[in-house]
């Protein structure tokens, strides 16, 4: 089924490891995004993409890092994770940016011990 | 920054009753979007209604507009338990050359009890 796949969906860490989220979409999406979403605040924008070898920064991106070689695949680094990035990760893509509807991933649910 | 405020926050009603939940946003829109979030899932995309419209339908949904008042609702009539969800409101954010990253409220968590 085309749509947003997510990897892996739970994962537990220690802080200080490093990890990386994967995302891929299948439906020839430019536009592809990462939020967190944490307990009363909504989705918060991490990092964003609007097409191979172009990222930038959201609202939220100290200690994540991104890139995007491929049209398909938008992976989220975390370089030294800490308790403060527990979270739940969602990848999402969209045709047009601003004008047309998101579609997103299942999630990873990250706790960081 | 949240660009949209859901209200309520959390709702509470019985199977076949109407459930309204209202977005209030703060600065111009091309659209709003809203999305439901099942338990420990993703979101779902619902209904995007672009700032020319005023109404629009889509099954047991309804939502409206109004620019003037920087406000949407999200109307569920005949509720049933599987509307059990958080609702989202979304709003594409205005950058200097074009409309871009999506911005959240913090969403309105709805319980239908049979």
């Known amino acids: 089924n085309a749509g947003v796949t997510q990897t892996p969906k739970f994962q537990v860490l220690k802080t200080g490891q490093s990890m990386t989220l994967q995302c891929a979409q299948d439906m020839n999406h430019e536009y592809m995004s990462w939020y967190r979403q944490d307990p009363g605040m909504g989705l918060r924008l991490i990092h964003y993409?609007?097409?191979?070898?172009?990222?930038d920064q959201g609202e939220v991106p100290n200690g994540y890092n991104v890139s995007r070689s491929t049209t398909e695949d938008f992976p989220l680094r975390l370089l030294s994770a800490a308790p403060s990035q527990t979270s739940v990760y969602f990848c999402a893509s969209s045709y047009s940016p601003g004008y047309t509807s998101y579609t997103f991933g299942s999630g990873t649910r990250l706790t960081v011990v | 920054s949240q660009q949209g405020e859901e209200d309520p926050q959390a709702l509470s009603i019985q199977e076949g009753e109407n459930a309204t939940m209202n977005c209030s946003y703060k600065t111009s829109i091309n659209n709003l979007q809203w999305y439901r979030q099942n338990s420990g899932r993703g979101l779902v995309h619902l209904i995007l209604i672009r700032s020319n419209e005023r109404e629009k339908h889509s099954g047991r949904l309804r939502v409206t507009l109004d620019t003037s008042k920087k406000s949407s609702s999200l109307l569920i009539t005949a509720s049933r338990a599987a509307d059990t969800a958080s609702y989202f409101c979304a709003t594409p954010e205005e950058t200097t050359d074009s409309w871009g990253k999506l911005q959240f409220g913090a969403g309105t968590q709805v319980v239908v009890t049979p």
């Open positions: 993409s609007v097409g191979a070898g172009i990222t």
